[in-house]
């Protein structure tokens, strides 16, 4: 099925429940035909909370005042081992752009990992960073990288970021990654101040055309003590529609079910899944340190330990007839 701008465009905004019901339909066919009834599932480390970046959407934005952490290398291997017991092939390390984390100290945890668990395949989300340093990371051994592009319109990505920011650079990072030969992962809030059906259309085809292998999408939640801390929350109907979506044009995606729209709708992940999303990452980090990785208000902390988050998630899929393998998950 392909569809034309006027489709997504009706399918976007249509109130119409038969037509959004055939699309969540159209999805999981889809979705199915590539990779059968499965979710794959990724552990989440999120290894430190500082940030030198100010983006305005962003509970650890430099300008909030809060409590901020990084883990040592020993706390992310033992992450690693609890969650490989729980059946975990893909760790995913992620952080705010933390100049601590030097190239050296990630390969060197990178290259860990790698040793200590040959079978899993490694995730970096640590924001921008320079060529050079992507390849180094790519040859201590790292498989993947999540850099969500935020937004495919210029004009609304200098709303959402400061001026020292780029749109240029950010895709820049996005080009540089792939020719390194990383699986990659892109993606947007759905609800984000200043977004209209026309920066979606951007989206949709910012996406259609590069073709990451992973596609990051969750409504926006406004977060304490930044600048849209009153904004409304994204909605969490319309981030359904565009996973579908994507799911239909990029039929191999890796779409995960996010954490903010769990956070949104106690089922949100599964009603994600039943619109052609087939990933889920449950956290992995260490039970203290989970509060304080705020991105945005009420953020998601099922279960205190790894081993519920795991169970949790596993229960849920379950459900609603969705098996979890012990697998990496690869882009097929
Ligand atoms: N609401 C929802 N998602 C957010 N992110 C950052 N702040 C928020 C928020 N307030 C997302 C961004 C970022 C990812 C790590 O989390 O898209 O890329
Ligand atoms: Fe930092 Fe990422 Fe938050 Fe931006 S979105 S302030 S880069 S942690």
Redesign the pocket.
């Known amino acids: 099925m392909s569809f034309s701008s006027s489709d997504i465009e009706h399918l976007l905004t249509t109130s119409d429940p038969t037509a959004v019901d055939d699309l969540f339909a159209e999805a999981c066919r889809v979705r199915d035909a590539v990779y059968g009834r499965l979710v794959f599932m990724r552990g989440l480390i999120e290894i430190t909370s500082h940030c030198r970046n100010n983006c305005l959407?962003?509970?650890l934005r430099r300008d909030v005042q809060c409590r901020r952490y990084r883990l040592s290398e020993e706390q992310i291997l033992d992450c690693c081992s609890i969650g490989h017991r729980l059946g975990f092939r893909t760790f995913v390390l992620q952080g705010g752009e933390d100049a601590w984390f030097t190239d050296e100290r990630v390969c060197h945890i990178v290259g860990a990992i790698r040793s200590r668990f040959p079978d899993c395949a490694i995730t970096l989300s640590l924001g921008e960073r320079g060529r050079e340093s992507f390849a180094r990371l790519k040859e201590a051994g790292a498989d993947r990288y999540l850099l969500?592009h935020?937004t495919a319109d210029p004009d609304h990505y200098a709303l959402l970021h400061p001026a020292e920011m780029s749109f240029a650079h950010r895709m820049q990072c996005l080009r540089d990654l792939r020719d390194l030969g990383y699986q990659v992962g892109a993606?947007f809030?759905v609800g984000s101040p200043g977004q209209s059906i026309a920066t979606l259309m951007k989206d949709i085809e910012f996406i259609d055309t590069f073709r990451p292998e992973m596609v990051g999408i969750?409504?926006?939640?406004?977060?304490a003590g930044t600048p849209f801390e009153h904004r409304p929350a994204g909605s969490v109907e319309l981030t359904l529609r565009l996973l579908a979506i994507i799911r239909i044009i990029h039929p191999h995606v890796l779409l995960p079910a996010t954490s903010?729209l769990g956070t949104l709708h106690p089922q949100g992940r599964e009603r994600a899944i039943a619109a052609g999303a087939n990933v889920v990452m449950p956290n992995l980090s260490p039970q203290d340190t989970r509060a304080l990785y705020s991105?945005?208000n009420n953020k998601l902390a099922t279960g205190s330990e790894a081993a519920e988050s795991a169970a949790d998630i596993r229960a849920r899929m379950a459900a609603i007839g969705m098996q979890v393998p012990t697998a990496r998950g690869d882009y097929q």
Request: glycine share 18%.
């Open positions: 959407y962003c509970g969500r935020e993606g809030m969750g409504p926006f939640i406004p977060a903010a991105i945005y």
